[in-house]
């Protein structure tokens, strides 16, 4: 059974690259067809999709974030990464890595989350 | 393109039906069946309870059902328990990315 747990930095200053990883295990990142999704959450608000990467290495992203975001993945070490440039308190938040088998989900196996404070 | 549109709060007694709706404004909903349903405790990650819009995954009762009309796809969960008493996030897959609602709490009476 797949499991999957976020990791990075719990704190960024303003203006500077978030960088987080997603360690896939229970399975090969690189094997079958899947999306490897991040989504993030604000403190007390909701959910938001910001961008995934398919086992092919398609990504799109959320178009609020274009330009900001890049997700990649690396096979040797089993695990998919964000990097976010730029940031600032808005971006503070619970950030979720998750798997979906189709591209129209955010995800059916999610990270437990890890929290990103964007603060001086 | 802006959240897709849930209500902040519905409620229900144990074992009553309450149905939670969202609605779409642009590319999302009316245009794709690609709506899922997440169900989130505090404090811990999103369950996908439905998705393209009336799907189970394995594992998830079927308490838990989905429709849609037009753009407003609806949640219902029957047999409500106090379990159930959290929140609710829809999503809609757009052509290119995946848009959430803002949340429904629902509260157990």
């Known amino acids: 059974q797949v499991q999957l747990q976020e990791s990075g930095p719990g704190l960024e200053k303003p203006s500077q690259t978030l960088s987080l990883t997603c360690t896939v295990s229970g399975g090969s990142i690189s094997s079958g067809s899947y999306y490897w999704n991040w989504i993030r959450q604000p403190a007390g608000k909701g959910l938001e999709w910001i961008g995934r990467?398919?086992?092919?290495?398609?990504?799109n992203y959320n178009p609020s974030l274009t330009g900001r975001v890049t997700i990649s993945v690396d096979t040797s070490k089993n695990h998919f990464s964000l990097k976010m440039t730029s940031v600032t308190a808005a971006d503070t938040a619970v950030y979720y890595c998750?798997?979906?088998?189709?591209?129209?989900?955010?995800?059916?196996?999610w990270g437990q989350g890890t929290l990103v404070t964007v603060s001086a | 393109q802006s959240a897709l549109t849930q209500p902040h709060s519905v409620s229900g007694s144990p074992g009553q039906s309450v149905t939670i709706s969202c609605t779409g404004a642009?590319?999302?909903?009316?245009?794709?069946?690609?709506v899922s349903w997440y169900q989130q405790h505090p404090g811990k990650a999103p369950k996908l309870l439905i998705y393209?819009?009336?799907k189970r995954p394995s594992g998830v009762p079927d308490r838990f059902s989905g429709s849609k009309s037009g753009n407003t796809a609806s949640l219902t969960i029957s047999g409500l328990q106090a379990d159930d008493e959290t929140d609710y996030y829809c999503s809609s897959y757009t052509g290119s990315f995946v848009l959430f609602g803002g949340g429904t709490k629902l509260t157990v009476l």
């Open positions: 393209d819009v009336s």
């Open positions: 990467i398919h086992t092919s290495g398609n990504t």
């Open positions: 642009g590319r999302d909903v009316g245009d794709y069946n690609y």
């Open positions: 998750a798997r979906s088998t189709t591209g129209t989900t955010a995800g059916n196996v």
